[in-house]
Antibody, heavy 119, light 111 residues
Framework: QVQLQESGPGLVKPSGTLSLTCAVS?????????WTWVRQPPGKGLEWIGEMYHTGSTNYNPSLTSRVTISVDKSKNLFSLRLRSVTAADTAVYYC????????????WGLGTLVTVSS | QSVLTQPPSVSGAPGQKVTISCTGTSSNLGAGFDVHWYRQLPGTAPTLLIYDNNNRPSGVPDRFSGSKSGTSASLDITGLQAEDEADYYC???????????FGGGTRLTVL
């Protein structure tokens, strides 16, 4: 049973950096999957942030690419999200998810974690 | 403004059928990329409901079905039940954005 669990600070100051990790269990971070981040502002829809393959290949949402970095830690079987220069518009529930290589859908999701950007 | 367009809301009485539409463009659905559907119950994470246009993951009842044609896709839910009240999202791949795109979501209300 694949499980993903997000963790990180629930409050970030404006202009600061949002940092989250996603711990993966039941699968190897080095398997044939793209490890993905999706966010959902309160009361709004889903927004794809980006994804990373364990070899280091990444794809980012063009609207966020200048501020976002996704990385993988093979030793800890987890992947991370860093979003720089945050504003109130970055307040959202952040989800990590898995996309199997060769397919476009996200088959496993974490429970999500709310990050609020506020001073 | 989402890349994929869904109606904000649909409703139906218990036992009835509802259809949720998802309209894309020539850079996603029209380019031949598959559509996938997710259900999000209140306060929970989305879960995969339909993948590759019309396939159901294990455990999803056959009351849920999907289809795709050209730049449009739809999710049908028959035999509506109160537990079907949720937000539904379509998703695909977009060549212009070189990544996944979602619809704006549709809230289903069971009357």
């Amino acid at each position: 049973q694949v499980q993903l669990q997000e963790s990180g600070p629930g409050l970030v100051k404006p202009s600061g950096t949002l940092s989250l990790t996603c711990a993966v269990s039941g699968d190897s971070i080095s398997s044939a999957n793209w490890w993905t981040w999706v966010r959902q502002p309160p009361g709004k829809g889903l927004e794809w942030i980006g994804e990373m393959y364990h070899t280091g290949s990444t794809n980012y949402n063009p609207s966020l690419t200048s501020r976002v970095t996704i990385s993988v830690d093979k030793s800890k079987n987890l992947f991370s999200l860093r979003l720089r220069s945050v504003t109130a518009a970055d307040t959202a529930v952040y989800y990590c998810a898995r996309r199997y290589t060769g397919y476009d859908y996200l088959d496993y999701w974490g429970l999500g974690t709310l990050v609020t950007v506020s001073s | 403004q989402s890349v994929l367009t869904q109606p904000p809301s649909v409703s139906g009485a218990p036992g009835q059928k509802v259809t949720i539409s998802c309209t894309g463009t020539s850079s996603n659905l029209g380019a031949g990329f598959d559509v996938h559907w997710y259900r999000q119950l209140p306060g929970t994470a989305p879960t995969l409901l339909i993948y590759d246009n019309n396939n159901r993951p294990s455990g999803v009842p056959d009351r849920f079905s999907g289809s795709k044609s050209g730049t449009s896709a739809s999710l049908d839910i028959t035999g509506l039940q109160a537990e079907d009240e949720a937000d539904y999202y379509c998703q695909s791949y977009d060549t212009s954005l070189t990544g996944s795109v979602f619809g704006g979501g549709t809230r289903l209300t069971v009357l």
